[in-house]
């Protein structure tokens, strides 16, 4: 343990670990985050208001039991330092440790509460393998972790596709490389509350599409939960 510890001490010395929102040298206790950060990061209280912007963004969309989102995101704030970390600097850790922060403090909230399983969005098979990992599945890891709940990452897909020339496309090139979302055995999830969670939620887009790929799973209640709000 002694010689752990020195190690560790050692390895500090070379690379000192820095807080990932404002670079101050970290406290052998602290991790991922210093404490001043952690406390500071711009909460929404969305838990605490079913009918909160994000769940009333929804209302006509989709039917929701649940949605929220933890922090605001603000430009040149913490949240965005944070999030361009695991989505650009190889912090996948980072992700796994704010997912459990949120699932920690939000344990005893109804979106956390009430839910049987976690399903983060996928991401782009391209962009995967060039970042080497999901940043909403990492969230979902420690989430899943502190919520004591089922990670689900066999399910929901996302496939690449390229259209054939139809006639409605002919007028419009771009969209003739499309991504869907595809649902692998809806009778599998059958009668389950599922709780579908990416980093961040800006329109909405991405998460209304992968609940249309799973309004065949029958019986099923859902949620929308994002670590941040733009
Ligand atoms: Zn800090």
New binding site residues.
Partial sequence: MKLKLYWQDLLDLVYPPL??????R?FREEDQ??????F?LPRTDFEKFLENPVYRSFIGRFPLEYAAAWLHFEKGG?VQNLMHQFKYKDQPQLAVHLGRMLGEEWREASICKNIDLIIPVPLHPRKQRKRGYNQAAKIGEGLAEALDKPLVLDQLKRQVYRRSQTREHRFNRWSQVKSVFVLEKPEALKAKHILLIDDVVTTGATLEACLQAMTDIPEAKFSVLTLARA
């Fill in positions: 807080c990932m929102a404002c670079d101050q970290l985050l210093c404490l001043a950060c952690s500071d913490k």
